[in-house]
């Protein structure tokens, strides 16, 4: 009887370890169509996770999922989920529709919804570009360690391949790479081998990897660009030929030799890359770097006569991406930023349907700090003429760039701050999309996590999910629900992660508001994580002395400088004035709510999550500080111009607090995030510094000394 209980016993152990497997499905599609491969392989992926099998053979009793193209029902990139009793078809306009359809059911069978239960639906793109600025490592715009560290994990077919299935699950359909001088990397030129550093083998390593990209980039339904600045060339190139102007970097300044030699290079560049690179989709360059000197005719017809004639010299169709001229200093000789405006529109109007279209003018959506207000405030250089889009032009689209110079440690998600930018920027006629990136971060390797257990990611862009499903999902359909990313935290991490993205979008309102009361124009004037600006020692904290006479980007907020003096004089504020104390109250709101909302979230057994909940914590305590540094600095102010007594122990008081919630922020992120390095330490004029390590911790001195300035102030009576 005992043996036998035991066999019974063993028996029953080995089927509850056993896989127990739901009904089989078969899954029909054009095996020979790689976009159709894709979708089907993301989609069994999904299924045996939910314990289906794969049937190999048709079976009477199989559930039949088929994969197929309707194109006269479905407009490109739409798709359509129809349900039947045994049955699933999912069609797509064409074959990005097709993957996002694939992917669509299976992210409702990744969170528990069962294969009979899948609701018969339909979406359509609502912007046709929706696009990641990606810079590489190698030849970076910037010269900095931040960059360098991630060489060898860009240079990992792997790191592209999850890279890639993060963009298509995302909807993002573009990836721009950036680098300034992509040509040695990419070919060896068939009229100037000087131009290349490399050795044959290295430059068969070279290709190999791009043309990985490329391919693995269009079986995913995304378009690739390569994007230059226009008139550089390589230290090779330049010494070979004796070329005396500022044609490579760290020469940041300066004007480009433009002969003949220059000339005939990059034109035969852009040519020979196209025609080596059949699946790359196609280029960009920039009106502006080394250009100095020229006037606006001089620079387009540089341009003419080299990128887009190289382009014209494909012998195959082309896309482009033509960047707006960058700076509405850029007239010489007297022209206006509108006349600028006008000319580069008249260039681009001529070249008709030469690319195949629309071409994507890229204009960046307040300089380099996009995530701060939906407020087209400035673009880089100033204001946006309306001269690129009134009347609507017949042959190109607007793409707004999103960059991201605030964040690159802590997680973000603020879904209503994308909705709006949508809604007021995303859906006039002129638009085409968007680019999302940043031009001083790269999103490859993970040098900001502490060692000490295991974490679900491998990646740099893996920990920031949430941004990168945020904004790829809701510039593809902006009515996307919230439902649908707490989705994907309850399938990460369970139930009680749920209030998360709440969490999120009220604490990491924290960047967009410190970003709007913050004034800033190019890459390392603000770092919003760091509540730092660059000051007359380089970035540095928010000073209160700096915070006192800063201006915010909006025109209706006030400073702290002007509310004092407004509400001194019993002047009357506009209804629609935001002030440094009701900016104060709404931080402060932000971030007690977001504290709790995650009180209640055990992290302790799931260290991943134990991040997520972490950076919540940090974002909303980084409000508070900027709150009580916001009221310090209103009564501190307030006593110098002839305040009571009292003013100035309040003025104490508000910044002992704030230096107290810093010292919170540094408790959390010191045992779960190294020092690391910052490229916004890198000095004005772009000379390498490596001594650039940032973490909170070693702020925490600059910010005590607000402290011992209101202590040490004194009234002006």
Not at 174 to 195: C, D, R, S, V
Not at 430 to 451: C, H, L
Request: aromatic share 12%; proline share 6%; charged share 25%.
């Amino acid at each position: 009887m005992m043996k036998y209980l035991l066999a019974l016993l063993s028996l029953l152990l080995w089927a509850a370890a056993s896989p127990v497997f739901a009904e089989p499905v078969r899954l029909q599609f054009d095996a020979a169509d790689p976009q159709a491969r894709y979708a089907a392989e993301r989609l069994t992926s999904a299924l045996r996770d939910s314990r289906h099998e794969i049937a190999r053979k048709c079976g009477k009793s199989d559930f039949v999922i088929t994969l197929t193209l309707d194109s006269t029902r479905l407009r490109p990139e739409a798709f359509a989920t129809t349900t039947g009793r045994r049955s699933l078809t999912i069609a797509g306009g064409d074959g990005r529709g097709l993957i996002y359809g694939a992917l669509s059911a299976a992210e409702q069978l990744r969170n528990g919804v069962g294969l009979k239960a899948l609701r018969s639906n339909t979406e359509t793109g609502a912007l046709p570009f929706r696009a990641i600025k990606f810079n590489l490592p190698w030849d970076s715009y910037r010269s900095s360690s931040a960059l360098d560290l991630h060489y060898d994990t860009v240079r990992d077919v792997k790191f592209w391949e999850s890279f890639l299935d993060m963009m298509a699950e995302n909807r993002f359909n573009a990836l721009t790479l950036w680098n300034l001088h992509p040509f040695p990397y990419m070919i060896q030129a068939k009229n100037f081998p000087e131009a290349s550093r490399f050795t044959d083998a290295e430059m068969a390593e070279w290709r190999k990897l791009y043309r990985a990209i490329f391919r693995m980039a269009k079986e995913r339904g995304i378009d690739t660009y390569v994007v230059n600045w226009n008139i550089l060339v390589s230290p090779e190139f330049a010494k070979a030929n004796g070329l005396k102007g500022n044609n490579f970097w760290p020469n940041y300044k300066g004007e480009g030799e433009t002969g003949d030699i220059v000339k005939r290079y990059t034109r035969e560049s852009v040519t020979q890359m196209l025609e080596e690179y059949p699946d790359l989709t196609g280029f960009g360059f920039t009106l502006a770097e080394q250009m100095g000197g020229m006037t606006p005719e001089q620079r387009q017809a540089w341009i003419d006569e080299t990128i887009i004639a190289g382009m014209k010299g494909a012998r195959r169709p082309t896309k482009m991406i033509f960047r707006a001229p960058l700076s509405a200093d850029l007239g010489q000789g007297g022209s206006t930023s509108v006349e600028t405006e006008r000319l580069t529109r008249k260039a681009i109007e001529k070249l008709g349907n030469t690319f195949e279209g629309p071409i994507w003018m890229e204009i960046k959506f307040n300089w380099s700090h996009a995530h701060s207000t939906p407020k087209l405030i400035k673009t880089h250089g100033g204001p946006l003429n309306d001269a690129y889009y009134n009347p609507a032009p017949p042959n190109y689209k607007i793409t707004w760039m999103i960059r991201n110079e605030d964040f690159y440690t802590l997680r973000w998600g603020v879904p209503s701050f994308i909705r709006d930018h949508l809604r007021m920027n995303g859906g006039h006629e002129y638009v085409g999309g968007y680019f999302v990136g940043s031009e001083n971060y790269i999103p490859a390797r993970d040098y900001f996590t502490v060692a000490g257990g295991p974490v679900d990611w491998s990646y740099a862009f893996e920990r920031q999910w949430l941004f990168y499903k945020l904004w790829g999902r809701l510039l593809y359909d902006p009515a996307t629900p919230d439902s649908v990313f707490e989705a994907e935290f309850v399938h990460r991490y369970g139930e009680a992660a749920r209030p998360l993205l709440k969490a999120y979008a009220a604490a990491s309102s924290t960047q967009l508001n410190f970003a709007s009361a913050t004034d800033f124009t190019w890459d390392f004037t603000i770092y919003g994580e760091g509540m730092m600006v660059l000051g007359p020692k380089g970035m540095q904290p928010m000073s209160v002395e700096q915070l006192i006479v800063q201006k915010p980007l909006p025109p209706e907020w006030l400073s702290v400088q002007d509310f004092v003096a407004k509400r001194r004089a019993g002047d009357m504020l506009p209804s629609d004035a935001i002030t440094p104390l009701m900016l104060a109250d709404r931080m402060a709101d932000d971030g007690s709510k977001a504290l709790g909302l995650v009180k209640a979230i055990d992290s302790s057994r799931n260290r991943s999550l134990m991040y997520e909940v972490a950076d919540v914590k940090i974002w909303a305590n980084l409000g508070l500080y900027y709150a009580e540094k916001l009221r310090g600095a209103v009564a501190l102010q307030t006593y110098r111009l002839g305040g009571r007594p009292e003013d100035k122990q309040a003025a104490v008081a508000h910044l002992e607090k704030s230096l107290g919630f810093w010292d919170e922020v540094v408790a959390i992120t010191r045992p779960i995030y190294a020092d690391m390095p910052l490229a916004h330490y890198n000095p004005p004029d772009n000379h390498r510094n490596d001594n650039n390590l940032f973490h909170w911790a070693l702020l925490r001195p600059a910010i005590a000394e607000d402290v011992d300035v209101a202590k040490d102030a004194r009234t002006a009576h």
